[in-house]
């Protein structure tokens, strides 16, 4: 793989001096289907000498059996990994190469242009100094350009060159070259790139890839290899304040304390004070450890760990942070996310939020608008789909240190987590703290839960009836209600008819309208419970995010979910109220069980089969479950 | 490798801040970055260790991600009864320098059943190593395994996270793989899941010999050319490290100046013909070769995307 630096073979330990110092690129290269990606990436390798010869066997034997060159080396072949994908002739996922030159060593994220993969662009732009964005001299800038320059611009990069390749096919023409360069620069401006590169090359024939070409004589900028080796690199994070999110706290036994972490943006210094968040606590930092001895300062994207002159209360999720500098902290703000999943963004439905190393539950309000990436219009939406981009609030079970991301990508970049298939369904960018998250607090009160419900002699219970349509819950939570009243309790019963004639009644019955209904559901049943009172719930509540989300709001013990199971067809028999035939003759839109998914509960405190019990004899088990509970909690 | 930063800054005190990390010091703090998140939010991690320089490079980036504490897991080696002798001895050593649990396992049925290089062709490695490790994950619960997979070594590794999530049944499946923005990884998996961590993705093969180099590595003593007793097999040349070897009519052990540039299990594991007997010269020497590192394995030339399909049957 021979750079083919003399030095290497004449005097080697020079040349691993030099190659110490090398700094690192990470680029991102993003291009339209056929516009040569992966020919360019393959000519990168293939003149950075990073090819072996028994590769470049396989390769030569490879482009003559599958190659679109005529039997000429394919450099694409070099870079489609997976073998669907070979066969295919597309790249479907981001991939990384590595080569170096004698001055810099270079990842680069290869990632796809096809429509779908946004996500994929995303995630190559996260940790890109700079981006390579490819054009086909013959077609010009498409949407396709658009969308990526876009992307390339939203995640903060800053150095961008414009590689228009295949100038082969258009005869190397000056005009047409600088035709694409004035319509590319119109657009960049709108979005906000304010300089950017543009080179005249041939990927596949190699001009100006690393020689100038003397094809394009009128071309006097340099070769796209020099201008990677020359692009500025990230360094004016450590000219930002210090922030170091903490990931580990390091006790090896009583006598040392140590915080450990990856150093955001910034310098630390013994002596320097620092404040850890969200508690605010001061405390000086004492010293720098490493494996290879105490540091006289740590700079942005160093390792380190840090042990602090005091006491003081640091845990994982926790940043440390320059104390006169600090970081904001809030729990409710304005983001753009990006949307990676199957399932939509539903409003309201509690997600995990990844920012540094903290996680917290958070809920995304409806978006207040989507983009088009094509047309860069702002488009009215209520969830976001696969791909596409919105911007959003978001609100959060507890405050959380960060900086907006056009500041600092590490404390600004988050990601979503979906709670029950843990797949990463989103990533965010924040923006800023929203002013009422700092303004209203919660009002401690003197007489809590325990005391209220003490005075009414039981304890509080939110008891979930969940189930189809038609089921039976309305029929048993009323009989369920009247033994408990008989015996002297003090109940209340929300239905999810009645609710939806008030506090409801803006919602319809699309996903996230059913969302939303639950969560205002599961906050008043919060609301009365805290009042001490046995609360029954009798709501379809198909989904079980959010029936786990208004589990998780009461306290522990406090929720009984109670499923009443018949199935559909029995329903649908019954029929009480008309609906299932409504349904099924297309005039009801969105009916759980019909054209909406009932997600059945996995482990319901109680289940019912009403093809086995009488309603009668389903209340009777209920109660005869909440005696035995609370005799057992006494 | 840090306290050169500091050596560094002190040398540019002119200036109001350190200089610009180098391509190693970034990929260092990247892959301790990683060795920590994993071991802060899983349950019981676990390092496989081959013994090999990729694992050297890794035990020390393990040393130095939780430095002065001990790094808080085992060391796990998925035996085959069929390595070079000079690597057991390394494993031994490193096992007691750096304090570390060593966990090896070697798959019971594998032995009763006979299994070696000489007779079983492919079978050998299904059953040492591909089941030997699932045995072990399984058998002492691991949730998280950290391996020394690099994204340069093979073209579909190009495409692998850095977290490779794996279903209870340790199948690897490309669509449920997670994207990983930022310094972002996302660890939530369901029971029975589990995933490989690879801290040193994005480090080349140069990177590793340099840091090897620079930070004064232990490394098996079979990387540096000797004189050694090897067979010519269909142009590969085998060494005869044990009595268990055997030899075809005809074949008769030579001694040659040879070394390796990967270890492995020693019947399976060519050497080249060598006189590079310091770090500089080895380096020299790889970064003059033509053919890539992985020629010297021989379960590569089986099928074109061979290691695509062991991957998704749950090999490293």
Same mark, same amino acid.
């Given at each position: ?634 | ?42 349950? =019981?991690?676990? $390092?496989?260790?081959?013994? &090999?320089? #990729?694992?050297? +490079? ?5 040393? %130095? /991600? ?12 998925v ?11 390394? =494993?031994?050593? $490193?096992?007691?320098?750096? &304090?570390? #649990?060593?966990? +090896? ?5 594998? %032995? /009763? ?9 492919s079978?050998?490695t299904d059953m040492w190593k591909t089941e030997g490790l699932k ?12 391996g020394?997979g ?16 794996r279903?209870?049944?340790h199948r690897w ?23 490989r ?102 379960i ?6 061979s290691m695509e399909k062991k991957k998704q049957e749950g090999y490293f």
């Amino acid at each position: 793989m021979a750079h083919q630096s003399a030095l290497i073979a004449q005097d080697i330990e020079a040349y691993l001096d030099a190659h110490q110092h090398k700094s690192l690129l990470r680029f991102l290269t993003c291009g339209s289907v056929d516009d040569g990606k992966s020919t360019l990436i393959g000519r990168l390798l293939y003149d950075s000498k990073m090819i072996f010869e028994d590769q470049l066997a396989a390769l030569e034997a490879d482009s003559k059996k599958v190659g679109t060159q005529g039997g000429e080396i394919d450099f694409a072949l070099l870079v489609d990994g997976l073998a669907a994908e070979r066969e295919q002739g597309i790249t479907i996922d981001v991939a990384y190469r590595f080569f170096s030159t004698d001055k810099r060593k270079f990842i680069v994220a290869d990632t796809p242009g096809h429509e779908q993969y946004t996500r994929n662009m995303v995630t190559g732009a996260s940790t890109a100094d700079a981006a390579v964005i490819l054009i086909d001299a013959r077609k010009g800038v498409l949407t396709q350009t658009r969308r990526h320059s876009y992307l390339v611009s939203l995640l903060g990069i800053r150095h961008v060159v414009l590689a228009v390749n295949k100038m082969d096919l258009v005869e190397w023409s000056q005009g047409r070259f600088d035709e694409i360069v004035a319509d590319y620069r119109a657009f960049a401006q709108q979005i906000g790139i304010e300089a950017f590169a543009a080179i005249p090359m041939s990927a596949l024939r190699g001009d100006n890839i690393t020689e100038p070409s003397a094809n394009a004589p009128w071309y006097d900028g340099p070769p796209l290899m020099r201008w990677l080796e020359d692009a500025p690199v990230e360094d004016d994070l450590r000219e930002k304040p210090f922030r170091m999110p903490v990931q580990w706290v390091n006790r090896p036994n009583l006598d040392f304390r140590g915080f450990s972490g990856l150093v955001a943006s910034g310098v630390v210094r013994p002596g320097d004070k620092v404040k850890a968040l969200p508690s605010g606590r001061e405390s000086t930092v004492q010293r720098i450890v490493t494996f290879t001895g105490d540091l006289d300062e740590a700079v942005a994207g160093q390792s380190v760990t840090l042990t602090l002159a005091d006491e003081i209360d640091v845990s994982r999720g926790d940043v440390l942070a320059a104390a006169g500098n600090p970081p904001a902290v809030a729990d409710q703000f304005e983001a753009t996310l990006v949307w990676f999943d199957e399932e939509p963004m539903l409003p309201g439905r509690p997600y995990l939020l990844k920012l540094g190393t903290r996680t917290v539950a958070a809920q995304v309000a409806e978006p207040k608008y989507k983009v088009n990436v094509n047309t860069l219009e702002h488009l009215a939406a209520r969830r976001l789909e696969l791909n596409e981009i919105g911007v959003c609030n978001l609100s959060l079970d507890a405050p959380i240190a960060f900086d907006p991301y056009a500041e600092n990508r590490d404390l600004g970049g988050f990601i979503l987590i979906d709670r029950l298939s843990n797949r990463t369904v989103g990533a965010g960018l924040l923006h800023f703290a929203l002013r009422r998250s700092q303004n209203i607090h919660w009002q401690a009160l003197d007489v809590d839960k325990a005391a209220r419900a003490r005075a009414l002699g039981q304890a509080a219970r939110v008891v979930w009836l969940t189930g189809l349509s038609g089921a039976g819950k309305s029929t048993i939570a009323n009989l369920v209600e009247k033994r408990l009243a008989a015996d002297g309790r003090h109940t209340y019963l929300l239905d999810g008819d009645n609710v939806r004639h008030g506090l409801n009644k803006d919602l319809g019955f699309t996903e996230q309208d059913r969302v939303e209904n639950i969560r205002r559901v599961a906050e008043v049943a919060k609301l009365m419970a805290d009042a001490g009172l046995i609360v029954l719930v009798s709501f379809i509540s198909p989904f079980r995010a959010e029936r786990r989300m208004a589990r998780e709001l009461m306290a522990e013990g406090e929720f009984v979910e109670v499923f009443v199971d018949t199935p559909i067809a029995e329903a649908e028999r019954r029929d009480v109220k008309g609906l299932y035939a409504k349904a099924r003759a297309g005039q009801l839109k969105n009916f759980t069980g019909v054209d909406s998914p009932y997600e059945a509960p996995e482990s319901p405190e109680i289940r019912i089969d009403t093809t086995a019990l009488s309603p009668e004899q389903a209340a009777e088990a209920i109660v005869a479950w909440l005696e035995k509970d609370s005799a057992a909690r006494r | 490798m840090d306290a050169r930063v500091a050596t560094d800054s002190k040398a540019a005190e002119s200036r109001l801040s350190a200089p610009m990390l180098t391509h190693l010091q970034r990929l260092e703090a990247e892959s301790i970055h990683i060795f920590r998140e994993v071991v802060a939010e899983c349950e =019981r991690p676990v $390092m496989l260790y081959s013994i &090999g320089k #990729d694992s050297a +490079v890794m035990l020390r980036l393990a040393q %130095k /991600a939780f430095y002065p504490a001990k790094a808080p897991f085992p060391l796990l080696h998925v035996d085959t009864t069929w390595k070079f002798r000079a690597m057991y001895e390394m =494993r031994e050593r $490193m096992a007691r320098e750096s &304090g570390m #649990d060593l966990i +090896v396992h070697q798959n019971p049925e594998a %032995k /009763a059943r006979g299994i070696n290089p000489f007779d079983h062709g492919s079978l050998h490695t299904d059953m040492w190593k591909t089941e030997g490790l699932k045995q072990a994950i399984d058998k002492y619960g691991f949730d998280a395994a950290f391996g020394g997979g690099r994204r340069d070594e093979e073209k579909s590794r190009a495409k692998e996270r850095i977290l490779s999530f794996r279903s209870a049944q340790h199948r690897w499946d490309p669509k449920i793989q997670r994207p990983e923005l930022w310094k972002l990884y996302n660890t939530r998996k369901g029971p029975g899941e589990t995933f490989r961590a690879f801290p040193i993705s994005n480090w080349t093969e140069l990177d590793i010999w340099q840091y090897i180099y620079l930070e004064d590595i232990p490394i098996v003593p079979l990387y540096f050319a000797a004189e050694r007793p090897v067979v010519e097999r269909d142009g590969n040349l085998i060494m005869v490290d044990d009595e268990r070897m055997r030899l075809n009519p005809g074949e008769v052990p030579q001694l040659r100046s040879i070394r390796f540039r990967t270890q492995g299990d020693y019947p399976l594991t060519g050497a080249i013909e060598s006189t590079a007997a310091t770090l500089p010269e080895i380096i020299q020497e790889m970064l003059l070769a033509t053919t890539s590192e992985r020629q010297g394995r021989v379960i590569d030339h089986d099928q074109a995307a061979s290691m695509e399909k062991k991957k998704q049957e749950g090999y490293f």
